[in-house]
């Protein structure tokens, strides 16, 4: 066997902050390169990994390093290591890809360490530019992309959207530890997560869609799907699935077939996003009985003025009769995503959030309620009025710890009223939704637990007491102790 060609070295980097998931997007583009005869490695990594993996970038001396970013702390990350490794030989390459990018092209390529954007989807893109990068071609002819000539930023805004996504799948062999992306549920299956289509139709004022994926919905075929799912199960024993995709059930009927061929396989699907005003006492029957075990519902908001600017289509008594249905059926848990903080809002709207995310925890126990503090995504209807109200992106790449809701860092500066203190109280707001849940736990022990938690976190949420959060305390260390790659 001949050694790999050093010159044809490609180096593909996620880093995020507390938890690693499944880091589908490195995969694809791992495998196209692959495919084209490249040597590529693919480092899915946490943030205390950043110093290794920059010496082997160094060491490497690949043709470029591509980096995967989403807005958020992982921007942070991602400069911290782009940084890094310019710092240590500045001849190699540096491409920022992702979200992040996608939506910020030009600030992304303001940094020093940031050679090339590359926009939207890269599966063709990246084998293009890796080819144009070792022929010493021009960057002008690859589209999609930005960079930086003679002083002056090129963006070529022409992406393409890929048309048939079953032409592309992720290569899990590129994955330097398997068992790092794999879940282990407290019934021992093991989970991994997958997608099976891209983008959603809708128009939520507040979601990166409009912009990244132009409202376009695309999906994997029926086949390749279960193909993908069934090597998934027959190399790894994954008996899980969490679908990740943006809206499982664009096409019904194609996402009940994908569901019972995965229990046919003895595969369940653990969770899936599915839009709340399509739910029926049909689809919920056929969700339990394919082993369906957990919805996710965008509620959003309690109030109906809000819903309205935020393009939702749904009124706070859909929602409500909504969850009445769900209440029939015990046995398919729902999280219901509420968001505080929305550009316009008062303490009247939030509170009646809270209320509505308390009320839909009274009528249907096992639910999981969270109150997300809203985020101004560049790209997205929001993000524009939060700007007239007051906000602006933080002024450098390291700043961008503060654009995340884990910690509570974010500044709410489109909202006139808020201050230091509001933030704290939206994201305690948050755990204490998360402590609605009270379905019965796996022993008398756990439901006594989690009923304490529950009358406690509703009694804060309907006096709006937040102070001496010792509650949120109790749940960090249990979680710390019994589930460490839960980020509550
Ligand atoms: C799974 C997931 C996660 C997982 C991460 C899994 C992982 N390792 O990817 C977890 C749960 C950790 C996560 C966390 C967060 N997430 Co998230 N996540 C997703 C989700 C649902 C799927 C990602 C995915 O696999 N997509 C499929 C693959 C094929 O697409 P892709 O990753 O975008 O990659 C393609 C392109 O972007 C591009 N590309 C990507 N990287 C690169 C790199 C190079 C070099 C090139 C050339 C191209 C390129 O090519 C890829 C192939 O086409 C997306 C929504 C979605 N459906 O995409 C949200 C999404 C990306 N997440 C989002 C957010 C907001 C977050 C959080 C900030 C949430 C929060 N407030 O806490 C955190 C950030 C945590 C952190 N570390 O900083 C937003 C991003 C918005 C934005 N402007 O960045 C999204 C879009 C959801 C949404 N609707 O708002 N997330
Ligand atoms: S339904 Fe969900 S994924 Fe679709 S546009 Fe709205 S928030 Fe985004």
């Known amino acids: 066997m001949s050694a790999p060609d050093k010159n044809k070295r490609v180096i593909i980097v996620r880093v995020?902050?507390?938890i690693?998931?499944?880091p589908l997007g490195t995969l694809y583009m791992g495998n196209e390169l692959k495919k084209a005869g490249y040597d590529v490695r693919v480092y899915n990594i946490f943030k205390h990994e950043i110093a290794r993996t920059v010496e082997a970038i160094v060491e490497a001396k690949p043709l470029f390093a591509g980096f995967s970013t989403?807005?958020?702390?992982?921007?942070?990350?991602?400069?911290?290591?782009?940084?890094a490794v310019r710092a240590r030989d500045k001849d190699i390459k540096i491409v920022w890809g992702g979200v992040h990018p996608t939506l910020l092209p030009e600030d992304c390529l303001k940094e020093n360490c940031v050679d090339i954007v590359v926009m939207g989807e890269g599966e063709e893109i990246i084998v293009a530019l890796a080819d144009c990068l070792l022929s010493g071609g021009d960057l002008k002819g690859v589209r999609g992309i930005g960079y930086k000539s003679a002083g002056k930023l090129v963006i070529d805004s022409q992406r393409q959207f890929i048309k048939d996504l079953d032409k592309y799948e992720p290569d899990w062999s590129l994955l330097d530890d398997f068992e790092k992306c794999v879940t282990t549920l407290p019934d021992g299956m093991r989970q991994m997560d997958f997608v099976a289509s891209r983008g959603c139709p809708y128009n939520c004022a507040f979601c990166y869609n409009l912009k990244f994926n132009d409202r376009r919905w695309r999906k994997h075929s029926f086949e390749y799907?279960?193909?993908?799912?069934g090597y998934l199960r027959r190399e790894h024993n994954i008996r899980a699935i969490h679908f990740h995709d943006d809206n499982f059930f664009v096409d019904m009927e194609r996402a009940f077939r994908i569901l019972e061929a995965l229990k046919n396989m003895d595969v369940i699907a653990t969770s899936c996003m599915i839009r709340l005003e399509v739910i029926s006492d049909d689809i919920v029957n056929r969700l339990r009985a394919l082993g369906v075990r957990r919805i996710f519902v965008g509620v959003e908001s309690g109030s109906d003025r809000v819903l309205k600017m935020i393009n939702k289509e749904l009124t706070r008594e859909t929602i409500l009769e909504k969850f009445r249905l769900l209440s029939k059926f015990r046995d398919i848990s729902v999280t219901a995503a509420c968001i505080i903080g929305f550009p316009t809002e008062t303490w009247n709207d939030i509170y009646k959030t809270i209320d509505l995310g308390v009320t839909i925890s009274e009528i249907f126990p096992d639910v999981v309620v969270t109150f997300q503090t809203f985020i101004p995504y560049p790209g997205s209807r929001l993000y524009e009025v939060a700007l007239e109200n007051g906000f602006s992106l933080p002024r450098h790449m390291s700043e961008y710890d503060t654009f995340d809701t884990y910690k509570g860092e974010m500044n709410l500066t489109w909202l006139p009223w808020a201050d230091e203190k509001t933030k704290t109280i939206f994201y305690r707001i948050d755990k204490y939704g998360k402590l609605l849940t009270h379905s019965k736990g796996s022993s008398p022990l756990r439901t006594a637990g989690k009923e304490l938690f529950y009358r406690l976190s509703k009694a804060r949420l309907r006096n709006r007491f937040f102070a001496f959060p010792w509650e949120i305390s109790v749940l960090h260390k249990f979680n710390r102790y019994y589930n460490p790659k839960c980020p509550i």
């Open 225 to 229: 799907v279960i193909n993908k799912i």
């Open 20 to 22: 690693v998931l499944h």
């Open 70 to 83: 989403m807005t958020g702390l992982q921007t942070k990350y991602t400069h911290q290591m782009s940084e």
């Open 16 to 18: 995020e902050s507390d």
